[in-house]
C-alpha cells in the first residue's frame, strides 16, 4: 500500500484534491467537475497500473469466513472492519482492470442517455423544468422583476435595512418562478446591488443577501432540483416498498403500507415549502436586526414622494396579501364543494401471510 493507505481511501483522496483544485482554477464550475473526474480516474489507472494502489478485502474462502456464514451471519455484515480480525487478501483497485472500468462506465452512461435524454420526452414531470426556465426568461424579458424590487423599495425603504428586506422578498418571488439558484442571483444582482450600495449598503450585507436570497431557488416551489430529486427518488422509492412487501410475504406495496408506494413532486413540493417560507422570514429578520446594530451599514431610504410612496405601498400589499387570499379562499370552497381534492386510498386487509395490513 502506498504510504501505507488503503487503496480505495487513497484514491478518494486524490480526486478530492483535484477537484479542489480543479474548482479553484476559475474553470466554470461543470467543466471543473467533469475535468477533474477524467483526471482523477487517470491519475488512479496509472497508479493501480504501477502497482502503488492496492485494495485489503476478506477472504472469502478461509474457514473463518465459512463459519461466520453458517453460523448464521449474512455476508453483507461481514466486512473487515465488523471482523478486523479475519484473514485478508490483498487486490488491486482495478481488480479486473481499469478496462473493464472504463467499459462498465462508458455502457452506464449510454444506457442513463438513453433512458433520460432520448426517452425523456415520455417523463411528463421532466417537462416542467422546461416550462419554469422559459417563466425565468419571461420575468427578465418583461422587467417584472424590477417594477417589483421598485414596489417593494418603497414598502421597505422606510425600515431599517429596508432595501435588504426588499431583496428577500423579491428573491424569494424569483426563486418561486424560476426555480434557479443562479439565474436568480444573477437577476438580483443586476437590478439590486447598485441601488443598495448607492445608498450606503455595506458590500458584505448586500452580497451576502443576494446570496442568500438566490439560495431559496433550490427550496421554495417549484423548484427545479425538487423535480429531478422527485423524478428519481420516486422510482427508487417504489421499487424499494416492492421489494420489502414482498420480502415480508405482500403480493404489493399497496397492502403491506395501506397507502400508494409513491413519492410525487407534489409531496415534495408541500414538505418544503414551509421550509422554504421560513428561511425567507429568517433572512429578512437578520437583515432587520442587522441594520438596527449597525444603522450606518444598512440605513434607511427616504423617499421625497410620499403621497406616491402610500399609494404604492398600498398597491402592492394588497396584490401581496389580497391575491393569495382570494385564491386560497376560492381553493377552499371549491373543495369544501367536493369540486377538487384528492382520495385517501385506505386499504384494510390481510397480507398474503395472514398478517393486518399496517395502516
Known sequence: MMFGI????????????????????????????????VLS??????????GLLTHSL?????PEYRELLNSGVSRLAISKFSYPDLPRVIEPVFSQGWERAVTRTLSFVVNRVNERVIAGQSIETLLAILMFVLMGITLERSNIANDLLTSMARVFGGLP?????????????????????GATVVTMGLLSLPTMLRNGYSPKLATGVISASGTLGQIIPPS????????????????????????VGCSDALTFLGEPAVISVGTLFQAALLPGIMLAVLYALYAFCYAILRPESAPAVTSSAAAESRTNRRNVLIFVAGVP????????????????????VTVDSYSDIGITASL
Open 224 to 247: 427545479i432540483v425538487i423535480i429531478i430529486l422527485g423524478t428519481l427518488a420516486g422510482e427508487i422509492y417504489s421499487t424499494a416498498q416492492e421489494e420489502r412487501a414482498r420480502s
Open 58 to 62: 476478506v477472504d472469502v474462502t478461509s
Open 161 to 181: 435595512g429596508g432595501l435588504a428586506v426588499s431583496v428577500v422578498v423579491v428573491g424569494a418571488f424569483l426563486a418561486a418562478s424560476t426555480g434557479i439558484v
Open 6 to 37: 488503503d487503496g480505495v481511501l487513497l484514491a478518494l483522496i486524490i480526486t478530492f484534491i483535484i477537484l479542489f483544485g480543479s474548482i479553484l482554477s476559475g474553470f466554470p464550475v461543470a467543466f471543473a467537475i467533469g475535468g477533474a473526474g
Open 41 to 50: 480516474f487517470v491519475v488512479v489507472a496509472l497508479l493501480d497500473s504501477g
Open 325 to 344: 387570499a382570494a385564491l386560497a379562499g376560492a381553493f377552499l370552497m371549491m373543495q369544501q364543494f367536493n369540486v377538487i381534492g384528492s382520495q385517501d
